[in-house]
């Protein structure tokens, strides 16, 4: 779960990483009111979860009420690759010294957590460690419940920090260390660091991803989730408890398990169309799931045709076969219909299919054409 | 032969008196899978169709000498049952168990680590591994498998099914199929099954099926680069999923030039692998290679 | 800071220990609706900070509004060794098949987390451990931040704790540890941990104390800690940031350092007087610490007389007199000083209060005569 | 000789530039302890009258030789203070720091026993030690102390000095004199000090002033019991402090009958140790005893 500016800045306050001051403005007029009710320069920022906000223009300088409800007018309701901006955040602007990198992740190959350390904070991170990886320090850290401040003062020096600075920063680092062992984070990054001209240091900005499964099972923990979609159907297939990620095609996919479905989304790749959708009903699926499925894409506006493709394992054919039923008894679908199975209930699942009339594609590759086609026989 | 299991391992079921566990390993012994014991603490002393079941680990392995275990508990418990295992020192953990924090791996392999354990975890969150006409250790549908000398490596559940189903019906046999598992922090490797596939007689090539993110597939073909090897062919799915914004800067500044369908399928036909394209072509692709 | 059985079971809540439905009620008519919200026979809890409230009356059973209402209104206002109820906790009345009890606390002697388990639970552990030690498991854990289930489950089993329930008991223990760790306790009990006709789990009653050091230094955290006192004095000397104990005699004691505290303790009672309180100005204390100490103690009625006994390393004796003079300077105190004064500052410091007529003492011991012959006079 | 630090000690003091760190460290100075080095993080490369100060402890040990640290730092950075020398192998620390979390010091010093760390840890929360004319490591008022035979343990600060000024004006002189900290955990304790103090041929009686709370005195006391040793007299304040409420039913199952002033004064006495009713009454005492 990806986190918004604001909330990973509200973790980074209650682990005791300075931030500047700040609130979030839900329109232009409360924007205006923080500016002036702060008193000094401030940055109005777009609060969506898209890389390049500051290029897009979602990053505005203003001083004082109007300037800034200026600002915050331009910004909400901008559309940032494809994600229109509801929130803004507005906070104290700072004049930086210096900009530094910090940041921690799992480290899938090392199985560990990574320290990446950089002098060069700021947007050209990725640059600068493509053009001169040495000057990205890296520490695989052992997956306890501290880190203590000393070792992160030493890496810090090792990663050619200011060592006028070090106390702060290694508090900074052992704090976001904290963090991302007590809220179960995959990654926490504070790009920049900013030190400003004063010495003092700030998490300028916060990028945090959350592990999902660490979230409690809880309504609250899935309405966290929730709220963290920019999307309306992933919000609502979040209610519906579906692994859905809505995509920029018009053939609606859906499959057991996430390895078939991408490699249901390829074939249709490969036959020329493009998938509007990711859905994997997962294992041992039930007819309401493939109903829910149906009825979530059904609310797509952009989809002319959707593969449903099953390999029976766990998951019984004839269950898809009976939800399918379902979802077309409950309404017509918007969509033609495009359904291969294979495996277990093969047999079963085709014999409810086919007395309803309903044509079941032979393989993978023939359903994936047959759903190219009727897309675009659709248009 | 094949590897990982074979008719000789002796399986315990944690989780054995939940509904997955039991159906499952039922399902196990009649594969013929040597399934000699369940845990599930506070029911020790009880049976599953005259399976036995203990409170712990511990009690299953001395009774019965198992020396794998397959878990299936809820997500919440699954590190607990892993940490287990690796106390009590397993020498096979298959972990079906999907949901289980990234963190709580981590932690269990490094205490593994700590205290010298030499096992292997395979998962989790994968459907496990079949040594075929010798043990089923997982959830995989039985029916499918053929025996013969083909390994499998997959990082997917239902696509393994769909691929071995194509192999068996073109008359292409198995060694092992095993299920790494789909989450980003697994025990086993891509690189462990090479490995092992390298020194397993009966496997004369193998079938590597990939997918976008981590990297792998890439670990796999920089082994695959040094010396020879069996013949490999591979399949990554995902090339046109979108671009993960997930990694933030740490993860691109880690995996570099990592992590993409391009990059995976690059690596691989560098170190000499046969990729194909489209799903169906493997069983063409092996059958020339066999012959 | 010792926690009131409810907040102890906010606590146990928060870690996924599970404890019987129930509410806090500050007054007899509030007892009574929880109670028939609940709809089911309730226990009706003092919450004070003493032991043996059941045999003291400050626990009733009480089924409906009218009993619950009842039963509220004899224990609100009760006074349990010296301490006045002022809050009862309404909860579902257990019947208990087994009780045991499961403790955590810090081990100073072995520099551990102690873990204590016992088959048999309730209000007599205590003479239990006295009588059969072999009853009591114990084991000492290393400090980590996770303690695994597996393990709990183990040790409940080598505790001789029923095999059925093994799996809640090590979920039990194990939350425990994560409680104990992540809350900074150093003590967590739940005496008993009752296992109900039904087989069920519930934490009945709750002990907790949080280790002081680790609360934030933060207004909230001080607050917090002000409120887990009972007595009003002692909130004061929190909020003044006094290290305070209130006792039950009549001659004030203030001193610098913890163990010179105790020992004109020790000197008073030698002489045949009782302290009226434990007041430890620390190491380097300025004058206004010692003003504000003789305002705080100017508020306690029972005080005749107040020995004042410094010892100066980093404590400059002069500094004192001058607090001593502010404050008597501010208004007659309400008792009869005797001051005893050694180590840094001394000539300086008898100097200032023997301009001003004040007596000093020479010894301790003498110091201690005077003050309780003071408090004598006085009656 | 005394016990713990002498004229060879190079000592470092962390947190110099603070007030406290500084004004201490002079002090120290002043007395004849060898102040080698101070650690400040940031501070690297300034001095304090001359002392140089160090960004970190293991640059400090490396310059200038230091073998003993002396830790002045805010109560939340205090356990890290303690952390830092354990990791660098520090043979002495002794820590002033008061309000350090219990369980970071516990934490501390079991990661210094998985290491193999052979150090030792006075405090925290007491005013140091003092081998009298050779080296003063904490706060203790210098002026008090007499060079002589009498070696002081201690848990409270203020006591001490109380003590040690009576001791001196009695004409009784001290070797070391050593506060071991006034909060629950702690590194060294009195059974360690009575220990080293039977190993130095200066030291002829022990004074031990303990409190109630804990079973520190009580230990003393078993040791103390074992084979013949130096006599020692005991004072234990707190005879009329109200019985403890604090402890909950654990510490009364583990301390069991310990941790009250009875039962401390009953266990010394028991091991034959001269407990006196009044502070005022150990310098005769002594003399008795050093006739």
Known sequence: MQLLEHQGKALFRKYGIPVPEGRLAQDAEEAGLIASSLGVRVAVKAQVLAGGRGKAGGILLAEG????????????????????????????????????????????????????????????????????????????????????????????????????????????????????????????????????QEGKLFAADSKMILDESALDSTLEGKRTLAESKDDELERKAIEKGLNYVRLEGDIGVIGNG???VMATIDAIGLNGGRAADFLDIGGGAKADVVRKSLELLSEDKNIKSTLL???????????????????????????????????????????????????????????????VLAAKGAC | MGILANSGTRVLVQGITGREGSFHALRMRAYGTKVVAGVTPGKGGSDVDGIEVYDTVL??????????????????????????????????????????????????????????????????????LVTVGEALIGISPAGIFKKGHVGLVSRSGTLTYEIVDMLSKAGIGQTTCIGVGGDPIIGTTFTDCLRLFEDDPDTKAVVLIGEIGGSDEENA???????????????????????????????????????????????????????????????????GILA
């Open chain 1, 258 to 260: 996430a390895g078939l």
């Open chain 2, 221 to 287: 073909a920089r082994f695959l680069h040094e010396g020879s090897h069996k013949p490999v062919i591979a399949f990554i799915s995902g090339r046109n999923a979108p671009a993960g914004k997930k990694m933030g800067h740490a993860g691109a500044i880690i995996y570099g030039r990592t992590g993409s369908a391009q990059t995976k399928i690059e690596a691989l036909k560098d170190a000499g692998v046969v990729v194909v394209d489209k799903l169906w072509e493997i069983p063409g692709q092996l059958l």
């Open chain 1, 65 to 196: 009420y109007e300037e800034a409800k200026a600002a915050a007018a331009k910004i909400i309701g901008m559309r940032i690759k494809g994600i229109t901006v509801r929130e803004v955040l507005v906070e104290r602007a700072l004049s930086p010294a210096e900009e530094y990198y910090v940041g921690l992740t799992v480290d899938r190959s090392r199985k560990a957590v990574a320290l990446l350390l950089c002098r060069s904070g700021g947007v050209d991170i990725e640059e600068i460690a493509r053009s001169s990886p040495e000057a990205v320090y890296y520490r695989a850290l052992p997956p306890n419940d501290e880190l203590h401040p000393f070792k992160a003062r030493r890496m810090a020096l090792e990663a050619g920090f200011d060592r006028a600075r070090i106390l702060g920063i290694g508090g900074i680092i052992a704090n976001l260390y904290r963090l991302f062992m007590g809220e179960a984070a995959t990654l926490a990054e504070i790009n920049p660091l900013m030190v400003t």
């Open chain 2, 59 to 128: 009690e299953a392995m001395e009774a019965q000498g198992a020396n794998a275990s397959c878990i299936f508990a809820p997500s919440s418990s699954g590190a607990d049952a892993i940490a287990e295992c690796i106390h009590d020192g397993m020498p096979l953990i298959v972990c079906i168990t999907e949901g289980i924090p990234q963190m709580s791996v981590i932690k269990a392999l490094a205490e593994g680590a700590r205290t010298g354990w030499e096992g292997r975890l395979v998962g989790p969150n994968g459907p496990g």
């Open chain 1, 309 to 371: 493709n099953i390999f029976g394992g766990i998951t019984r054919c004839d269950e898809v076969a009976k939800g399918i039923l379902e979802a077309v008894g409950a309404g017509s679908l918007p969509f033609t219909m495009v359904v291969r199975l294979a495996g277990t209930g093969e047999d079963e699942g085709r014999r409810l299919l086919e007395e309803s009339g309903m044509k079941i594609a032979a393989t993978m590759d023939e359903a994936a054409q047959e759903a």
